[in-house]
């Protein structure tokens, strides 16, 4: 449950991203930056000032987007581990915000500043537009997390009904 609900959840930022772009001319994350920036920390190094000025890794692409997806699930999953399994068959949207806006934590602590954008985007050329920009994308995220778990959890009922 929580690999579908995770990338689920994930492609529902993705979707946000698209509309943003096409809507707003606001660019997505370039995934293949974050594949750059995890594979030089593989071997070691978590700084950088910036990623972008970093040498590319082959497959950066490829690894930035498994990474992204990877990460969706492991959210989804901490969700059930805290909320238990019965949350996949009553999702709440509270819990799922709650997961989905905290993990806005990862890249405000982690990636923001191993990619040399600074703690919360203190780096960047607009702070507060950035910080905003993550909060809402990872409140996307949490209603793509109750999203996706409501259709499972439909699904599931579905298959019981019909089997059983």
Do not use: N
């Not at 920036?37 to 950066?60: C, K, T, Y």
């Amino acid at each position: 449950m929580a690999l579908l609900i995770g990338a689920g959840a994930t492609a529902a930022t993705d979707i946000w991203a698209a509309a943003q772009k096409r809507l707003l001319g606001i660019p997505p994350l370039d995934y293949a930056l974050v594949g750059r920036w995890l594979a030089h920390l593989a071997r070691g190094r978590f700084r950088h000032d910036p990623i972008a000025a970093s040498p590319p890794v082959q497959g950066e692409r490829l690894i930035g987007w498994i990474a992204h997806y990877l990460i969706g699930m492991a959210f989804a999953a901490l969700l059930l581990v805290f909320w238990g399994l019965d949350w996949t068959r009553h999702p709440t949207l509270g819990p799922a915000l709650i997961v989905g806006i905290g993990s806005v934590a990862a890249p405000f602590l982690l990636m923001q500043p191993g990619m040399g954008a600074g703690v919360a985007a203190s780096r960047t050329p607009r702070p507060a537009a950035a910080r905003l920009h993550s909060l809402v994308t990872h409140g996307i995220f949490g209603l793509g997390l109750y999203g996706t778990g409501w259709v499972a959890s439909l699904l599931d009922t579905f298959q019981w009904r019909s089997c059983c």
